[in-house]
């Protein structure tokens, strides 16, 4: 449900930022965040006491925390606190310089309900249990995050960023975003984008974990920096049961790295690798992996489910297994190499290795048929079989 814009309080008077802004009267010297004109506030030098925007008196648009300003919770009373909560539409809160923070003891920023939402950060974000949380009963739309270069949001026992029922936005990370948990918990989202160029970690869950909203939604993974969880080996969870056609896609490009296995749950899902990918891959059915390039490596092993298909491409290369599980699948591995078994359970399924395409590893067919076209190129392991084999057009070493 969207608020009425017209009906929200356009200024700000000196009797309802009393009701506004919780005052620690203990303390004089400690700052406080103020109104700068309009729906603005200002939160300026020393160590302000939070700011909470009361239900009642929706008025609040945008919350800028200016070089060498501090805003903690420790005004704030009651409940789960959170240093800054906003609770309207069109809420933004903008930490202006490496020099400005927001430091909850449990949230860094919470802010609920309405829609047009969005997070400017170049300095620190941090929470005890969440430093970013957007979203809560009602589905909110078009929520904008951007961690810049100098930006960290972290969570020394959570998540750094934590959305829920979020239709449409995005996280757009330059600096570092990091959690005990998770980097990032996106729980029932549709068309959001998580562009990465700065780095995102966890220590304990998974560094990005999206769950979908609902059925045929998609979301989008774009990755130019680090994805890491190299304590529990966790980067990357799209958690759907089978059967849904929501999806994933997650393009890892040249200069990305993922350091940590990979679980895509759901059908369809796509993966396009031109980087480090150092981790394991379990797929769920009809998934499409596309390893390109001479700087594309994936160093673990690769499950998947029922029709997915794997193209090794363009000098591109895999270390560990493949695993066709399920209703079988196709493989093709074009001037590229692949240094692990491949393994052919159950249903029909097509491997092409051609243009001086390599396999190192032995290929093994179990309970089922595989056609295998060699085409001027070499496979050095063994082929053993206890379904069938057919062997299409050999111009290569087998």
Avoid at 258 to 274: F, H, T
Avoid at 294 to 316: F, W
Avoid at 365 to 386: M, Q, Y
Wanted: net charge negative; with cysteine.
């Amino acid at each position: 449900m969207r608020y009425n814009q017209s009906t929200k309080l356009g200024f700000l008077t000196s009797t309802s930022l009393a009701a506004l802004i919780v005052v620690g009267l203990s303390n004089q010297a400690i700052a406080q965040c103020a109104p700068a004109g309009g729906p603005i506030v200002n939160c300026v030098g020393g160590t302000n006491t939070g700011y909470k925007e009361p239900a009642m008196m929706l008025g609040t648009k945008t919350v800028n925390i200016l070089a060498g300003s501090r805003v903690d919770d420790a005004g704030v009373m009651g409940g789960l606190p959170a240093a800054i909560e906003l609770l309207g539409a069109g809420d933004s809160v903008n930490v202006q310089d490496p020099t400005a923070s927001v430091d909850g003891s449990q949230i860094g920023i919470r802010i609920r309900d309405g829609n047009d939402h969005g997070v400017s950060n170049s300095g620190r974000i941090t929470g005890g249990i969440t430093g970013v949380a957007i979203g809560w009963i009602a589905t909110v739309s078009n929520v904008q995050i951007a961690n810049n270069t100098t930006g960290v949001i972290s969570s020394s026992g959570g998540t750094g960023v934590y959305l829920e029922r979020i239709d449409g936005g995005s996280i757009n990370n330059a600096g570092t975003i990091s959690g005990a948990s998770f980097g990032i918990d996106a729980t029932l989202v549709e068309d959001v984008t998580i562009s990465n160029s700065g780095t995102i970690t966890s220590t304990s869950g998974y560094a990005i974990k999206i769950s979908p909203l609902r059925n045929q939604a998609t979301n989008t993974i774009n990755n130019s920096g680090i994805i890491s969880n190299t304590t529990t080996n966790q980067a990357i969870l799209f958690d759907k049961a089978f059967g849904f056609a929501d999806r994933i896609e997650i393009n890892n490009q040249v200069t990305g790295r993922i350091n940590g296995d990979i679980r895509l749950y759901g059908i369809r899902n796509y993966l396009a690798n031109e980087g480090i990918i150092k981790g394991n891959l379990f797929c769920g059915p009809e998934q499409r992996i596309r390893n390109i390039g001479a700087n594309a490596t994936i160093t673990g092993n690769l499950q998947l489910y029922s029709y997915s298909d794997v193209s090794n491409r363009q000098g591109a290369t895999i270390i560990g297994d493949i695993d066709f599980r399920i209703s079988g699948g196709e493989l093709l591995n074009d001037d590229s190499t692949i240094i692990g078994n491949i393994y052919i359970t159950d249903g029909y399924s097509y491997l092409t290795n051609q243009n001086r395409g390599t396999i190192i590893g032995n290929i093994v067919v179990r309970d089922s048929a595989l056609e295998l076209l060699n085409n001027g190129s070499r496979i050095t392991g063994n082929i053993s079989s206890i379904g069938s084999i057919k062997l299409v057009n050999d111009m290569g070493g087998i």
